[in-house]
């Protein structure tokens, strides 16, 4: 903990502003001009954007996986086949469920990009890692949608089919075990960050409106851009 120059109240120590007075911490004096910084958002906002996206991806898979499973086992659908159409009305619907999954966990890894690193700073290192665990989700969701396909299209379809799982197997091993060096070597600073004692109980916290810190209900100034905290209401943060 540092003390304020001006008021003597103790801050945090990355504190720019007093959280009694609204000061900066600097002890030079004078009036900070706050709305000068830019301030990167909060990790508690990421973390909430991730969780979003991921509690919406799957309700959209569970969704997926239970229309298809409605369509195929209706009576005038199951074995239906359409003229000219090499594929029955099963394999076409679920051809276009795969294809539904794979895009719908090929957004998410753009999601995953943009919030990881931010909501979890001591894991941003795992964010390749995750991404890739989700590749190899994506290789067996299409080999699943293309098997039809190729087993309808290819003349002698065994030795292809188990060259391609040859060679997907293989790839697959290989970013796992990829992605398990990367977790691992991630072990320590995430084992680092849990804390093992028991935790005391803290005051009511607020979240700043303009940057996203979080500061004790009883202070009047954000302690990182020096915001009056007066008018804003406390949160269930602790």
């Known amino acids: 903990m540092i003390n304020c120059p001006h008021c003597n109240t103790p801050n945090d120590p990355g504190s720019r502003f007093c959280i009694s007075c609204g000061q900066a911490m600097g002890g030079g004096g004078g009036t900070t ?9 909060s ?11 991921t509690g919406r991806l799957f309700i959209a898979l569970i969704l997926v996986w239970l229309f298809r499973s409605i369509l195929v086992n209706l009576s005038f659908v199951e074995g239906l086949i359409l003229p000219d159409v090499p ?8 051809f276009l469920a795969y294809l539904i999954a794979f895009v719908l966990l090929l957004g998410y890894t753009q999601t995953l990009r943009s919030h990881w690193a931010a909501a ?25 949608a293309l098997l039809p396909i190729i087993l ?3 003349d002698d379809p065994r030795d292809f089919v188990l060259a391609l799982r040859v060679v997907l197997a293989v790839l697959a091993l290989i970013l796992l075990f990829w992605a398990g060096k ?9 084992l680092s960050g849990i804390r093992f004692d028991t935790p005391t109980v803290q005051e009511a ?3 700043c409106l303009n940057c996203g810190q979080i500061n004790p209900a009883s202070m009047s100034y954000c302690g990182r851009c020096g915001q009056p905290l007066s008018q804003q209401l406390a949160g269930p943060n602790s």
Do not use: C, K, M
């Open 87 to 94: 594929f029955t009305a099963p394999e076409i619907i679920t």
């Open 33 to 41: 001009n706050i709305s000068s910084p830019t301030f990167t958002p």
């Open 43 to 53: 990790s508690s906002f990421h973390r909430r954007q991730l969780g979003v996206a």
């Open 205 to 207: 916290q607020v979240t």
């Open 182 to 190: 990367v977790i691992y070597d991630a072990l320590p600073a995430w």
């Open 152 to 154: 309808t299209l290819a």
């Open 120 to 144: 979890y700073p001591q894991l941003a290192s795992l964010t390749p890692a995750l991404v890739v665990i989700i590749y190899v989700i994506l290789l067996s969701f299409a080999y699943r």
